[in-house]
């Protein structure tokens, strides 16, 4: 049975950095794409970058893009994001996705989820 296991979450100040992990095991896909949503309070999930796992293309949003950085690590079946230069709209609860092929953008999508993990950025 799929697994994702979110790591790394925290509070920070505006500025700082953090590294989020997400191990899978169990995955049903020959070739799977993994992305990282976020999701604000009263706010949708939004899509913030992906990779697909095959050839390691990356994706991410406008509001990320120069400031984080998505990769996997394919002995651990570990996907990692680092995120530099934190700012208090970033925060949210942040969760990792799979799902076979290709990157979407839509959470609806994904069929596999982790369990979410809560980055918090203060002022």
């Known amino acids: 049975q799929a697994q994702l296991v979110e790591s790394g979450g925290g509070s920070v100040q505006a500025g700082d950095s953090l590294r989020l992990s997400c191990a899978a095991s169990?995955?049903?896909?020959?070739?799977?794409?993994m992305a990282w949503f976020r999701q604000a309070p009263g706010k949708e999930r939004e899509f913030v970058a992906g990779i697909r796992w095959n050839d390691e293309t990356t994706y991410g949003s406008d509001s990320v893009k120069g400031r984080w950085t998505i990769s996997a690590d394919h002995a651990k079946s570990t996907m990692y994001l680092q995120m530099t230069s934190l700012k208090p709209e970033d925060t949210a609860v942040y969760y990792c996705?799979?799902?076979?092929?290709?990157?979407?953008?839509?959470?609806?999508?994904?069929?596999?989820w982790g369990q979410g993990t809560q980055v918090t950025v203060s002022s």
């Open positions: 996705a799979v799902r076979s092929y290709f990157v979407d953008r839509s959470a609806t999508s994904y069929p596999y």
């Open positions: 169990g995955l049903p896909f020959l070739r799977y794409a």
